[in-house]
């Protein structure tokens, strides 16, 4: 006849190795979000300054840090990168911003291709580390503790010919008249257009704070990859 201390003591050693399960563990606490924002200005392989900026998912500044390295455009910016993933605490949901292609587009095509190949590659027969390969592989450790997209910032020119702005920025008042006094809704060129009030009675008020644009811009970049529509807002680190 079997012992029932013996049978007692090897269902809670079974229990102990594979889990009860009828155990319900507490939900996963949510990650942080955290905005990170990147730069570098250089001007020679001498004079270079990288700079990071972390700010809360509410706007809330966390942490600003600069300093002058050597180094190409390339370098600092990526050094930017790598302090400013590692001086993010814990596991976090990390939003990535820089206008350096290189980084980013490293990161989300690059850095698979040289993590399966640790980090070096054949040239004419040796074998060689790529390029800033100290650096990227501390972003490769980085990205296993942190899950993070990346995105790229471009901006274009997108202001008045300057023989239509006056010097403080805004449209010569003598043409805004004119228009107006023909009752055209365009001023003397093809690419300029004034808005007409509408008519009707106005909105009705809402007590609802109005978010700035600031917080829309936010918003949007720490949102989710893929929106509604399935299209993908920026560009997901892959980690393995």
């Not at 102990?16 to 563990?25: A, K, L, R, T, Y």
């Not at 942080?32 to 270079?48: I, K, M, P, Q």
């Not at 809704?185 to 009707?200: C, E, V």
Request: charged letters at 25%.
């Amino acid at each position: 006849m079997m012992d029932p201390l013996q049978s007692l003591e090897e269902f809670a050693s079974m229990t102990s190795e594979f889990g009860d399960p009828d155990f319900n563990p507490p939900p996963a606490k949510p990650r942080a979000s955290f905005l990170l924002v990147v730069s570098a200005h250089s001007t020679s392989l001498t004079d270079g300054r990288w700079q990071f900026v972390i700010e809360t998912s509410d706007g809330k500044p966390v942490m600003e840090a600069d300093d002058q390295e050597f180094g190409d455009l390339n370098r600092l910016s990526l050094l930017a990168a790598v302090r400013g993933l590692e001086a993010i605490d814990g596991p976090s949901g990390i939003t990535l911003l820089s206008h350096n292609r290189y980084l980013i587009r490293s990161l989300t095509d690059s850095l698979p291709r040289w993590r399966r190949s640790d980090f070096v590659w054949d040239h004419f027969g040796r074998r060689v580390e790529v390029q800033h390969a100290d650096l990227w592989r501390r972003v490769d450790h980085a990205l296993g503790i942190h899950e993070v997209q990346a995105c790229l910032v471009t901006s274009r020119l997108v202001s008045r010919k300057p023989e239509h702005v006056t010097p403080d920025g805004a449209i010569p008042a003598a043409e805004v008249e004119a228009s107006v006094a023909r009752g055209s809704t365009k001023l003397n060129d093809d690419w300029s257009r004034i808005d007409q009030p509408h008519s009707g009675p106005p909105a009705p008020k809402s007590s609802r704070a109005v978010p700035t644009a600031n917080d829309r811009l936010r918003d949007w970049l720490l949102s989710t990859a893929i929106s509604a529509n399935g299209i993908q807002r920026s560009n997901p680190i892959k980690t393995s």
